[in-house]
């Protein structure tokens, strides 16, 4: 039966770490009756936190997929949720949600503000165009600032922030809210865990207040709505209700301004109001662009808008393994329709693949169903080949969706298995890791042999290492966590490299001249042009030697680190019509590869990471000396709630262990964030060490 989409909405809640969102997203179950008991985080009885190592930690890991209704105005609404991380670490969870998603709420602590992790959400909706509203939580705690956090959004974040609720009371003495668009004061019950409300008069000392807000509140709408500013100009009193919410709405969603509502999670003090705005402010499939991809027949732009007779399309945005069903690939659909047991095509491996099943998922539960349509979110099961960010469509209408591009990984660990027998185990483990995560990556060391796996951060590896102990059953000893350096080249070098081997019989026979040359900035991988006429080299030998230069850039000269990027041009060369084969040309592209490389004045980059310091003014100068023995640039310093924070980039290599440094110096007061900024050039001085400490390692192997 299909369905109403003006009623569907597809959101996410992201925020910085421990500011809310699980305990949020809780709250949203139990009132919408999904749960009938609320599940607590500092319990590890959350419903989305279901992992264990969730439980445990207290933290979101992975992103958690749920639907729920929610009954507005006597119609009702499917709410798609996905609760995101807040851990920079699992950065790659938020960020393959977001293409999915139409809308998102983003959760703000009022006590701590703007965060580094709330700036790097705030981004990628931005890069996404994901309209949104703001939820200024935790309004309970000690030191609540609702006006602050506000301000800060503007400012911090470049948000057109309009507050759309006063909080009545900070803190202890938090207790509702004056709704601006209605005029209302609202105080929760808390016996019956705030499922119910009253209204009370508005407080005499919040009168003006709240007439200066509710002004603001309209102005900002006139400056992007001619009916409000005609309306504001000649009888501001002929603004109705209906007309702010209707103009919110449509700013909204053009993302010209961004409402912010305020409460308390944990209180059960504002959630409802939260679930309103959803359904209000935030856009239905309906409402979002269509979406657009390639033909790869044609290679032409195509657009599939959201309804059921339009050619199926769907994205694959996460795969994840089910101790009882298998891999699951959660997948949005964009257009047309699906039914369990039917085929779709992979654009990707152009196979394809049958849906044995799909379920409609609630954290690790699935709830089965027999069909799914635009604008839904599903997972499916029975799938051979569907990686992260393929496209799934219709076989007679193929359409290629723009891909999920994740951040590189910044820090290594050499590992091994405990025991020999469990050298298959680890394999098979470490593969399927790789499939769920792309930010997850495994490599073989070639000059030590070990396996070394790679990820965001020492938290992502350690979790992924219990992960292998606790899912697959393989123990495995791990070394000390390692930077991933990468190398660059900084100078255009022309070479020739004649491969020759003669052993009697058949030998083997190359000749390529080519120009090697730094790569585009941003872009990593190879940029691979291919200049030979008149059929110098043939072309099936062509493809050898690009594979042959890939091959060489995984190990870099000056310290066998992989080269970021670079381009080769062929030029010239010369075959042998007996002795020359695909082989010899591929080998010719690897020995060439590598002694250009050495020729072309090769750098070595370091990732930099952006860090915020929480620190009392007494030990603020301990830990900026302390940062610049680090080699850390200051970039700013100012004050919160009578904290000195100070924000820096430092090499990630000079940061292992620096939280119990920060300890000793702040007596226990101080905090950090950190989060990946970019890769920059390794000071000279600094290099040395670097290709000695690797010399000495790979000798003691």
């Given amino acids: 039966m299909s369905k109403n989409l003006e009623y569907t909405r597809n959101i996410g809640i992201a925020a910085h770490i421990d500011a809310g969102k699980t305990t949020t997203t809780e709250r949203i179950l139990f009132y919408t009756g999904i749960n009938h008991k609320i599940g607590e985080v500092h319990d590890g009885a959350a419903t989305m936190d279901w992992m264990q190592q969730e439980q445990e930690r207290g933290i979101t890991i992975t992103s958690a997929s749920t639907c729920c209704e929610w009954i507005y105005k006597n119609k009702k609404y499917q709410i798609n949720i996905i609760d995101t991380p807040g851990h920079v670490d699992f950065t790659v969870e938020v960020e393959r949600s977001m293409r999915v998603l139409d809308g998102m709420v983003v959760l703000f602590s009022a006590v701590d503000g703007v965060e580094p992790q709330s700036e790097t959400v705030w981004r990628q909706a931005d890069k996404y165009g994901i309209p949104r509203i703001a939820f200024v939580n935790k309004m309970d705690r000690q030191g609540a600032d609702f006006f602050n956090v506000s301000i800060q959004i503007r400012k911090i974040l470049g948000a057109n922030s309009v507050p759309l609720q ?85 700013n909204t969603i053009r993302m010209k301004v961004t409402p912010i509502l305020c409460g308390s999670s944990f209180k059960n003090k504002g959630v409802q109001a939260v679930l309103d705005a959803i359904c209000r402010y935030l856009p239905s499939p309906l409402e979002v662009k269509d979406i657009v991809g390639i033909n790869p027949m044609t290679h032409k732009k195509e657009t599939r808008k959201p309804s059921e007779n339009e050619p199926f399309s769907a994205l694959a945005f996460k795969i994840a393994s089910d101790p009882f069903v298998g891999r699951l690939a959660f997948f949005r659909v964009y257009s047309g329709k699906i039914e369990s047991g039917s085929y779709s095509f992979n654009s990707r491996s152009k196979n394809k693949e049958r849906i044995s099943r799909i379920y409609q998922m609630h954290a690790n539960k699935q709830n089965p169903i027999d069909r799914i349509g635009p604008g839904d979110i599903a997972a499916i099961v029975g799938f051979k080949d569907i990686k992260t960010g393929d496209t799934l469509c219709d076989e007679k209408h193929p359409i290629l969706l723009e891909n999920i591009s994740f951040p590189e990984p910044v820090i290594g660990l050499a590992i091994e298995p405990k025991y020999k027998s469990d050298i298959d185990k680890m394999s098979f483990a470490l593969s399927k890791l790789m499939e769920e995560d792309p930010t997850f990556q495994v490599r073989t060391d070639c000059y ?32 000390n966590p390692q930077v991933e350096y990468k190398e660059a080249l900084t100078e255009l070098v022309e070479h020739r490299e004649i491969y020759k081997k003669q052993t009697g019989g058949r030998g083997k026979f190359a000749d390529i001249l080519f120009r ?40 870099g000269p000056l310290s066998g680190y992989e080269i970021d ?3 080769v041009t062929i030029l010239d060369g010369s075959y042998h019509s007996v002795d020359s084969d695909q082989l010899s040309f591929e080998l010719a592209g690897k020995l060439g590869f590598k002694e250009a490389a050495k020729k072309a004045k090769p750098v070595l980059l370091e990732p930099i990471m952006k860090l915020e310091v929480l620190v009392p003014e007494i030990n603020m100068g301990d830990v900026i000396g302390d940062l610049n023995r680090r080699r850390g640039v200051i970039q700013n310093m100012n004050s919160k709630n009578n904290i000195k924070v100070i924000q820096a980039l430092i090499p990630l290599s000079e940061m292992f262990g620096y939280v119990t440094t920060l300890r000793t110096l702040s007596s226990g007061r101080g905090t950090s964030v950190m989060e990946f900024s970019h890769y920059d050039m390794v000071p000279s001085n ?15 192997k």
């Avoid at 004056?178 to 919040?206: C, F, H, Q």
């Avoid at 590896?461 to 791990?478: A, G, I, S, W």
């Fill in 166 to 250: 006063i909080p009545i009371g900070n803190g202890d003495s938090f207790i509702g809210v004056v709704d601006l668009i209605s005029n209302k004061a609202v105080i929760w019950d808390d016996k019956n865990y705030g499922m119910t409300y009253r209204e009370i008069p508005i407080p005499d000392k919040m009168k003006k207040l709240v007439n200066d807000y509710k002004n603001n509140l309209i102005e900002i709408l006139s400056e992007h709505d001619d009916v409000i500013m005609e309306k504001f100009l000649f009888d501001s009193t002929s603004i109705s209700e209906d007309d702010i919410i209707l103009s919110l709405q449509k």
């Fill in 448 to 479: 030590t042999g070990q396996t070394i796996i790679s990820g965001m951060g020492e938290l992502h590896l350690e979790v992924l290492v219990d992960r292998m102990k606790r899912e697959f059953k393989v123990e495995v000893n791990q070394g």
């Fill in 516 to 555: 090697l040359e730094p790569g585009n900035i941003g872009k990593s991988g190879l940029v691979f042009i291919n200049k030979i006429k008149g059929g110098n080299i043939p072309k099936e030998y062509i493809p050898s030697i690009e594979k042959g230069c890939k091959e060489m850039m995984k190990n």
């Fill in 565 to 567: 990027s670079a381009k």
């Fill in 686 to 700: 600094v290099i040395d060490n670097i290709i000695i400490e690797n010399r000495n390692k790979r000798i003691k």
